[in-house]
């Protein structure tokens, strides 16, 4: 799934993003902690994983999503 970053708080690494039809998404700082990444910026394309209604993983849409633990 893909979405734009609307929200980023480098402090918290907690922030939220916008789904393609309007839904806005929150993730935690172990969402962005397991997308490898450093820093995000608003209107940035990004791809999420979802576990269950919570965001799991947000990463750059060139990046490939990790794979689910086995």
């Known amino acids: 799934m ?3 970053v ?15 039809d309007g839904t806005e998404l929150p993730f ?4 962005f902690a397991a997308g490898g990444l450093r820093l995000l910026r608003f209107g940035q ?3 999420l994983a979802l576990d269950g209604d919570r965001v799991s993983v947000v990463t ?8 689910p633990p086995a």
């Open 60 to 67: 750059l849409s060139t990046f490939p999503l990790p794979s």
């Open 45 to 47: 394309r990004v791809n």
């Open 28 to 31: 935690d700082a172990e969402a």
């Open 6 to 20: 609307k929200a980023f708080d480098a402090g918290t690494r907690s922030g939220s993003v916008l789904l393609d």
């Open 2 to 4: 893909q979405g734009t």
